[in-house]
């Protein structure tokens, strides 16, 4: 499996104004991804219909939209071998009542629309995704001097 595989994670404004951020990254960190891009912004409502694209008509799709703009977003992209369904593994259930303990959303969410964090579903979709929220010279490409020492 490719160690250039990429995922785009974002702490939710949810997770910003809980001062979650430092601590949701660590976990990737600490699993030995490596960062590759990471910025804080203001989504527009273009940028989050173009992102949440299959959700545009549903009934929750107004008010989701209206709270990823209530604040900052931290985006971020990790590289690393199965990081797309590892992330998701990390990130826990969409709905954090339904997310296992030691998961960031069974750990630090309640609410369905409080999830604290994003994470691409699939390969397909990181790509878009990543294309969608980063420039190309906003990623960077480095050599991690961990690597032999946590890929053998
Ligand atoms: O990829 P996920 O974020 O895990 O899940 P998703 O793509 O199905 O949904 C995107 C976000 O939309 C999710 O993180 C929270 C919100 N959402 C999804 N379904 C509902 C919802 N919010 C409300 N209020 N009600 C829903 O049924």
Known sequence: MSQTERTFIAVKPDGVQRGL?????????KRGYKLVGIKM?????????QHY????????????V??????????????????VKQGRTILGATNPLS???GTIRGDF????????????DSV???EREINLWFKSEELTS???NQSKWIYE
């Not at 694209?53 to 989701?64: I, L, Q, S, W």
């Not at 990823?68 to 992209?77: C, E, K």
Request: net charge negative.
């Open 124 to 126: 397909e979709s990181a």
């Open 109 to 120: 969410g309640i609410d369905l629309g409080r999830n604290v964090c994003h994470g691409s």
């Open 142 to 144: 480095w050599e991690s």
């Open 21 to 29: 951020v430092s601590q949701i990254l660590s976990r990737f960190e």
């Open 53 to 64: 694209a299959e959700h545009v008509g549903k009934p929750f799709f107004p008010k989701m």
């Open 41 to 49: 912004l203001n989504a527009s409502e273009e940028l989050l219909t």
């Open 66 to 83: 209206s709270f990823m703009m209530s604040g900052p977003i931290v985006a971020t992209v990790w590289e690393g071998k199965d990081v």
């Open 99 to 101: 997310s296992a303990p």
